[in-house]
């Protein structure tokens, strides 16, 4: 007897598994082309009543099984063979384990070799930058640094970095104590929306960076949340968008994070459900959508550490969803110093918006990104003098090991690393190495082996 349905993912695997079931139990070409398709992304009784009444042919997602085959086809050919192949030859040099080959593994594996070599081989060079405090005709001064113009590409690295002091040295003593004036004044308010709520390599990158958590433990973490304690919605999922139904059930999800997490309690409370980000589009959610709570309560004591740490993550992403933009204002000087440009900046923040959810925190430089001191007001043609030009010397600095935030970001943006324009091409249109599901795996086999 044929059972009637077979729920699978409405992805390329999901789509292959029911054609392998319907093809092995023959069912005729007669009734495969009246077989129809529910397409469930969201289990809310709204959503699956459109979608029970929205079906869809079988052989429409006819190419998504063929892609499924073709990449497990090149699985077979590709990665069990060169697998094989790599394992003997490596037991020839005395190695007993398994050197893996895959579409995956290797590429990634790719990725932490070249760093290693790039820190193996890397040499620091020293660069220059002058910066000058310029005194204003009221009297107030501030700060700009040396923006060196084309003639000055042959003595720079492709970072645009000075290399030679001689240089640097030479513009200082050209602009000491000389006159100058300002030839553009800018200030632009900016404003940043909120983060969409988390995918799954979203929520691995972020715990990573937070807790130093790896990606496969954040998965588990996941799954626990998701399977056991009912708080979060299906965590292996590559969309950050959510089904406008959705907005139904928001006041009782934030009621959920209200009552479950102290921590959050506050940021609960301010919620402006009349607020909404981008994140409620339909034609943007794929098989799942993101990851959010659901609107059950728990006592969050009852869960492990990680658990905790995990749902308050992406308690927080929901909640600024409900929260306005972060506002602030771009400042910036151009002066002219005997020819040399001379640029000073400055950022003020206006409002945090939903940046007041979270703590301000310096950037990778250890500084803040936001200005401790203010610019002085001036128009442009103002004459200025400079009073000190001092030369600074620094030194570049060694590339980074991958940690897993960085590789998983990588993984997924892994267009950034290929040089051949066609292959990054096809590569900015895809998810990047792996699936959501499957690269917190790749990255622990790698480590294991």
């Known amino acids: 007897m044929i059972s009637q349905k077979k729920t699978c993912n409405s992805d390329r695997v999901g789509q292959i598994l029911i054609d392998e079931v319907i093809n092995h139990c023959g069912v005729s070409k007669t009734k495969k082309a009246e077989v129809l398709r529910c397409l469930i992304s969201d289990l809310n009784p709204v959503a699956v009543k459109k979608s ?3 079906l869809r042919k ?5 190419p998504l099984a063929t892609s499924a085959l073709a990449r497990a086809r090149a699985d077979w050919l590709y990665g069990i063979n060169m697998t094989r192949l790599c394992t003997l030859q490596g037991r020839q040099s005395g190695y007993t384990g398994v050197l893996s080959t895959g579409r995956v593994q290797t590429p990634v594996l790719g990725l932490i070799v070249h760093r290693e070599l790039e820190i193996a081989n890397f040499v620091s060079k020293p660069f220059y930058e002058v ?23 042959p ?3 492709e970072d645009n970095r000075v290399l030679s002091k001689a240089l640097a040295l030479n513009v200082i003593s050209k602009v000491q104590n000389k006159v100058g004036k300002i030839v553009g004044v800018t200030q632009v308010k900016k404003a940043t929306p909120p983060p969409l709520p988390y995918s799954l390599s979203t929520l691995q990158i972020d715990a990573a960076k937070r807790f130093g958590m790896s990606a496969q433990s954040v998965l588990d973490t996941c799954q626990q949340l998701y399977e056991r304690h009912k708080l979060i919605t299906y965590p292996r999922s590559d969309c950050r968008y959510l089904p406008k139904e959705h907005l139904n059930d928001v006041n009782r999800v934030i009621s959920a994070i209200r009552n479950s997490c102290s ?6 409370s ?3 459900v009349s607020l909404k980000s981008k994140a409620w589009n339909d034609s943007k959610v794929s098989a799942h959508h993101a990851i959010i709570p659901t609107s059950k309560s728990t006592d969050l004591s009852r869960l492990s550490a990680a658990e905790n740490s ?3 993550l992406v308690a927080r992403q929901y909640l600024i969803q409900f929260y306005p933009p972060f506002e602030y204002v771009n400042k910036q ?4 110093v005997s020819g040399g440009l001379f640029i000073a900046k400055q950022k003020d923040i206006v409002s945090k918006g939903w940046k007041s959810l979270f703590p301000s925190k310096p950037n990778s430089k250890g500084e803040q990104e936001f200005s401790t001191v203010s610019l002085p007001i001036v128009s442009k043609g103002d004459e200025v003098t400079c009073q000190q030009a001092d030369l600074k010397e620094k030194q570049t600095t060694t590339p980074k090991y991958f940690t897993d935030a960085t590789l998983l970001s990588a993984m997924t943006g892994i267009a950034r690393y290929v040089t051949d324009n066609s292959i990054k091409k096809v590569l900015r249109d895809t998810d990047g190495l792996g699936t959501e599901a499957t690269r917190a795996g790749s990255i622990e086999l790698l480590f294991k082996r």
């Open 333 to 336: 000087i151009d002066t002219e």
């Open 270 to 272: 301010n919620a402006n």
């Open 155 to 157: 003595y720079m690295d």
């Open 52 to 54: 029970l009444n929205e």
């Open 58 to 62: 079988n052989t429409d997602f006819t």
């Open 263 to 268: 921590a959050l309690n506050d940021a609960a």
């Open 131 to 153: 910066i000058c405090t310029l005194l204003t005709f009221k009297g107030e001064s501030y700060q700009a640094k040396w923006h060196p113009s084309a003639a000055c590409k």
């Open 310 to 312: 995990i749902y308050e």
